[in-house]
């Protein structure tokens, strides 16, 4: 193919697709400073009129091409201009097809594209190698298995101008076409340092297990999660990927797993960390590979079990929430019109409070009550908001002409602020023959913490609809301004979460729950919920509160060393339970 212009666009179009892993690219919408999850876009043929990322790895934890940033902020232009010098001349010397762009600010891109997919470790060891002799290289594009993205040529600069091929079109596509060799690549990485050639054999695959889960619907611990996601893991306690691999496969068999559901996240891109540990195997080995992990798995876990070390491998549980009826749940889910009906009549730009509402809604549905003592934190960890943001939206919407909460007794030691849900006469009598909403009442459900406020509403109303609605009608129920539900709207659909036709849109198939644990929220709320403890803790013992000790939600270790001692709890209290129902437990809830 030859392209007759070196346009920007043709660039664009061109090589876009050509560097990515997976068709995907990261819209800025700050102006080339960040990129976000939220602005993941399939690559299209047009390019964005924004400064566009394409990501690097695919859904199995693969690059095809080896991208090197030499960031001119790492030593100027002219040491920019050595290390492209050097870099070009090895992979010359080893006859790997490469091209290069420039950027306005003096950076450059080198793009080396390879005949077989390189496994992220294998990418990452490389990256790592190279940046430890070339002084102006940023490896950070290669170390993201999940974020790890690049401005291809033709996208646009933060500066304002565009990225620039250094040589023609055709001579870079010609690279796309004939890639480097596996034997060039080896050579390479050997030279730079960055070779592994301790390539595992292919195993047989043997017979597949199931063992009884400790608990009911138990999931392995986040921990293992997190590696098996993002291919990262402490080095002070695996030894090598493979070590790291066996651990994630062991806390899947030990949850009660079957070997299916582990493939299943392997081939559908949820789990591309761990997918990028059996990369290294040839492909009609990696099933083997495998079985044979699963049944080492399976052998650990019976002898862990016969010495008694019958921990749970779960943060919480995944059991169905019972079905509400009765006079206050009509009641709560009137409350619940009466919070969208205010926000349709033209209070659309407060999303953080709608949001704290919601969960306050939710709340009251699981306890059963109009009346709540959830702390700021607990509806923080259902929200995602800060719980300073909490905080202030609680007292704002208090302190209205109309309140929707009224604050029956004020926090007193450990105990929260006890709010009662409420309506006024007029706006009852507004609402009260609007007809319920179907399905549950839910919060901000964990996916949204990356996907933003305004998709977490828009698919609320999508999720409801029988039939297909345009833009504008998703905005009107939504409580979104146009131009915010367009966005929500094109956020839904990069994800799946909602499909176009010519009679409108209607919410897509894909699952909050794969989604959420492919976006590792389960860490995010894990973390948060560490900070809040710590806080409680801290403000209990200027109380003078004393607490029994009690161990952590132990998930147990997959090696033979001493795990670490048990995080340092307290007893069970009710803000504890809160937490982890308004928590870990939203995490199971799917589309």
């Not at 862990?304 to 995944?318: E, I």
């Not at 004393?546 to 090696?559: K, T």
Request: glycine share 8%.
């Amino acid at each position: 193919m030859t392209f007759p212009a070196d346009s920007v666009e043709n660039q664009w179009r061109a090589l876009a697709h050509a560097i990515s892993g997976r068709g995907r690219m990261r819209v800025s919408r700050d102006g080339g400073r960040t990129y976000p999850l939220r602005g993941e876009r399939d690559i299209t043929d047009k390019m964005p009129n924004q400064p566009a990322a394409v990501l690097i790895f695919d859904r199995g934890g693969c690059a095809r091409t080896f991208c090197v940033d030499l960031d001119a902020s790492r030593g100027g232009i002219e040491a920019v201009e050595r290390d492209f010098r050097a870099l070009t001349a090895i992979l010359s010397r080893f006859d790997c097809a490469h091209f290069a762009d420039r950027s306005p600010n003096g950076g450059i891109h080198v793009y080396v594209p390879l005949a077989e997919p390189l496994p992220f470790h294998d990418a990452t060891r490389a990256a790592r190698a190279l940046a430890a002799r070339t002084p102006t290289m940023d490896p950070m594009p290669m170390l993201g298995i999940d974020s790890g993205c690049i401005r291809p040529p033709g996208s646009w600069h933060k500066s304002g101008g565009h990225q620039l091929l250094i040589d023609s079109l055709n001579a870079a596509w010609k690279a796309t076409q004939q890639p480097t060799s596996a034997a060039a690549w080896q050579a390479f990485a050997d030279e730079i340092g960055g070779a592994d050639n301790d390539v595992p054999p292919a195993t047989e695959a043997g017979n597949v297990e199931r063992l009884r889960p400790l608990g009911h619907h138990n999931d392995p611990d986040s921990n293992y999660q997190a590696i098996a996601r993002t291919g990262q893991y402490d080095t002070s306690r695996y030894l090598s990927p493979s070590e790291a691999r066996q651990a994630v496969i062991w806390s899947a068999a030990a949850a009660g797993w079957q070997l299916a559901d582990v493939v299943q996240r392997l081939e559908n891109g949820t789990w591309p960390g761990l997918a990028a540990m059996y990369a290294r195997y040839r492909h009609n080995s990696r099933h083997s590979a495998l079985v044979r992990d699963w049944n080492r798995a399976l052998k650990f876990e019976k002898q862990r079990r016969d010495k008694g070390c019958n921990s749970s491998v779960r943060v919480g549980t995944t059991s169905e929430p019972k079905t509400h009826r009765g006079g206050v749940y009509q009641q709560i889910r009137t409350w619940i019109n009466a919070v969208e009906y205010l926000y349709r009549e033209g209070r659309n730009d407060d999303l953080a409070t709608r949001a704290v509402l919601y969960a306050l809604g939710e709340a009251a549905m699981k306890t059963g009550s109009l009346e709540i003592e959830f702390g700021n934190r607990s509806l923080a960890i259902a929200t995602g908001l800060d719980q300073a943001t909490v905080g202030k939206c609680l007292k704002r919407i208090a302190a209205e002409d109309r309140p929707l909460i009224e604050l029956l007794a004020p926090a007193r030691g450990v105990k929260a602020h006890l709010w009662q849900l409420r309506l006024d006469a007029d706006l009852n009598s507004a609402v009260e023959k609007i007809a319920w909403k179907p399905g549950k009442i839910h919060g901000i459900r964990p996916a949204f913490r990356e996907l933003g406020l305004p998709a977490a509403f828009a698919y609320a109303v999508l999720e409801r609809s029988t039939k297909p609605l345009s833009g504008r009608a998703v905005a009107a129920h939504a409580g979104l301004s146009p131009a915010a539900a367009h966005e929500a709207l094109l956020v839904l659909a990069a994800f799946g979460l909602a499909d176009r036709s010519g009679r409108g849109w209607t919410a897509g198939s894909a699952s909050l729950q794969q989604l959420a644990e492919q976006f590792g929220v389960a860490e995010l709320i894990r973390a948060q919920i560490a900070r809040y403890r710590a806080e409680r803790a801290a403000w209990w013992a200027r109380l003078g509160i004393v607490r029994l000790a009690i161990d952590g939600q132990s998930v147990g270790h997959h090696d033979s060393r001493p795990p670490p001692p048990p995080d340092i709890g307290f007893d069970r209290t009710l803000m504890d339970l809160l937490e982890v129902e308004l928590g870990a437990t939203v995490i199971s809830q799917s589309a």
